[in-house]
């Protein structure tokens, strides 16, 4: 019977990873007391075989857990020991080597923990748009720049074409006032005619005089108000050919107003931005953020470059397990630091090694139980080597 038979007291080497010790029952715990087992009594008895054969499945395990563990700190040792004998020239080497990549471990670790200078989502953005940087933001520039061009001559224009507004209306409101002062200038002319002639019948007077100055300040009159009124016809015609100009202007303007409102809605669009200033800004934050990543990228690649050439410089001094070491390369060059990780395997290795005698003990002692159940109780070793062979198929 496999239970029955002597407890493995060695254990081959395996590579597995170290786990934490757990807490261990004492001996007053877990051992197993006969004495209030009724043997005769077939259930007593089944319960008690099956839970010395538990005890020892239990034991088996945790003893070739522990095994594994054992050899693998002892390797641990092994390879300081290997480390600690080798040759000045290539301790040295490895320290040097060991001393490098924990500078490099430093660094990337620094970078790792660096504040991100912008989301992830904005330089996946600013990333996609590159191909059109930095020319995209200079045409964006100078088209926002156009922008204000172009809605100051819009401004200029209409501001002109009021002014012209304005002296039409005033033109034109002088000539309607030179009407008026014809139609009282030649009112004014046939009243006093009149009464001159009203008075050179009553009083039999000579008005001839006043008949060639009422004429004369009447033509004066007239010929004052028809050149003022040509000067003011060729001033409204010159007024409005300036307008029709500026309207044209205006309208010229105008197209070009629209189409470059619409270039900057689009180049918004396309950048995700509200103006050349916010483009510029994530553009810089976007190459410094680059160019940081491309620094920790090469520091990936060092860092795996060193690990690779210490874990083949361990190799070749014949460290069994190297990986090991690069999770404690400062132990390499640090003396100090070697006899820390050597003092707390020492202990592991003592602990681990009391529960394993401990396991071999519980083991041991259900097997002995078993085994003197068999001998002082006959007439059930059948039954009892029947539950021993059922229990080691199910395991």
């Known amino acids: 019977m496999g239970l029955l038979r002597n407890m493995k007291g060695k254990f081959g080497r395996r590579k597995v990873q170290p786990q934490e010790v757990e807490y261990v029952p004492s001996e007053e715990e877990v051992s197993l007391k006969r004495d209030d087992v009724d043997v005769h009594d077939k259930r007593q008895r089944e319960r008690y075989v099956k839970a010395c054969l538990e005890q020892m499945a239990v034991a088996s395990k945790e003893l070739e857990t522990l095994g594994g563990e054992y050899n693998l700190v002892t390797s641990y040792l092994t390879d300081m020991e290997e480390i600690e004998a080798l040759p000045p020239e290539l301790k040295t080497q490895i320290a040097d080597m060991a001393k490098k990549l924990v500078e490099i471990e430093n660094s990337h670790k620094q970078k790792q923990e660096r504040k991100l200078i912008m989301s992830e989502e904005q330089y996946l953005h600013m990333e996609r748009i590159s191909e059109y940087m930095p020319a995209g933001y200079d045409k964006l520039k100078k088209t926002e720049e156009y922008q204000v061009l172009v809605k100051r001559d819009l401004n200029r224009l209409e501001g002109e074409k009021q002014a012209y507004l304005f002296r039409k209306n005033e033109l034109q409101n002088g000539q309607k006032n030179m009407k008026g002062m014809t139609t009282i200038c030649v009112g004014s002319m046939v009243f006093l005619m009149i009464l001159l002639a009203i008075l050179g019948v009553t009083f039999e007077l000579d008005v001839t005089i006043g008949y060639l100055i009422a004429v004369l300040i009447a033509a004066t009159a007239l010929t004052l108000v028809y050149v003022k009124h040509g000067d003011s016809e060729r001033e409204l015609v010159r007024v409005n050919k300036a307008m029709n100009k500026i309207v044209l202007l205006q309208n010229t303007v105008k197209i070009r107003y629209v189409n470059n409102t619409n270039l900057l ?43 690779a050439a210490l874990i083949k410089l361990l190799r070749k001094c014949k460290v069994q397990d190297p990986n090991v070491w690069l999770h404690q390369a400062e132990a390499l060059y640090n003396s100090k630091e070697m006899v820390e990780i050597r003092h707390g395997l020492i202990i592991r290795r003592q602990k681990l090694r009391k529960q394993m005698e401990y396991n071999a003990k519980a083991a041991q002692d259900a097997q002995d139980e078993v085994k003197d159940l068999v001998q002082k109780f006959p007439e059930y070793a059948k039954k009892i080597l029947d539950m021993v062979s059922e229990y080691e198929k199910a395991m």
């Open 265 to 307: 809605d689009y180049l918004y669009t396309k950048y995700d931005v509200d103006n050349s200033t916010d483009l510029k800004r994530l553009w810089g934050k976007y190459e410094e953020e680059k160019k940081q990543r491309e620094e920790e990228c090469q520091l990936q690649k060092d860092l795996d470059f060193n690990q």
